[in-house]
């Protein structure tokens, strides 16, 4: 008979590894964002979409081929030619992006048909956003739109899918990561919305989960009170 444990003890202690990765990253996370919640400088000088979206996509190659997702990115450049940028530090932008990149993982583990992740940025046309933003008023916004069709997000939980501990059926908001990516977007004065359409409404084919970022502009201004 063959002796299979030395095989299952190598597995546990893979899985036990990745465990303590993910919280170490979640700390680093936390406490990095922490750190920056004061610091401008970086901010002030903007992020630049394209590559941020770029790097994030090597950094997360292993597990993108692990799972076997296609991830795409669609970034449109401003209509000057210059890169598209957000008022926020890079290492913002790519905890923001990273955490919701690996949500969609999670979820997208959970289905059996082909697996897409779609990142898209473009500059915002919506002049009403400004009222959305309670206080804030800028010239120019960025959206970033981050797609999966995975299974969604079960009805019951889509109010609470930014709380901290929140966690859906297939693990999709798990821990800290979209409580983080919410504080931070909040912070760098944006807002966070889904969309999204579940086994509850429509056939496994037509699930999907899309979260859209709105942040101002890296080259954007307040607009004064007159």
Known sequence: E??????????????????????????????????????????????????????????????????????????????????????????????????????????????DKNRIITIRAYASEDETIESQIEGLEYVSYNKIVVYDNGPGIEKELRKQIFDRGVTTKNERGIGRGLALVNQVVSNCQGIIEVSTKSLEEVSSADTFAQFTLTLPSANSVEIEEE
Request: proline share 2%; charged share 30%.
């Open 2 to 111: 063959i002796d299979n444990r030395p095989a299952e003890l190598i597995r546990k202690a893979i899985s036990d590894s990745r465990e303590v990765l993910h919280t170490i990253e979640s700390l680093i996370d936390h406490y990095g964002t922490l750190s920056e919640s004061h610091d401008d400088d970086e901010a002030s000088v903007g992020a630049d979409v394209r590559n941020v979206c770029e790097g994030v996509k090597n950094l997360l190659a292993t597990e993108l081929e692990s799972f076997e997702v296609l991830l795409t990115i669609d970034v449109r450049d401003q209509k000057s030619g210059k890169p598209l940028s957000v008022a926020m530090s890079e290492y913002q932008l790519d905890l923001v992006l990273r955490n919701l990149i690996k949500n969609s993982l999670r979820a997208l583990s959970a289905t």
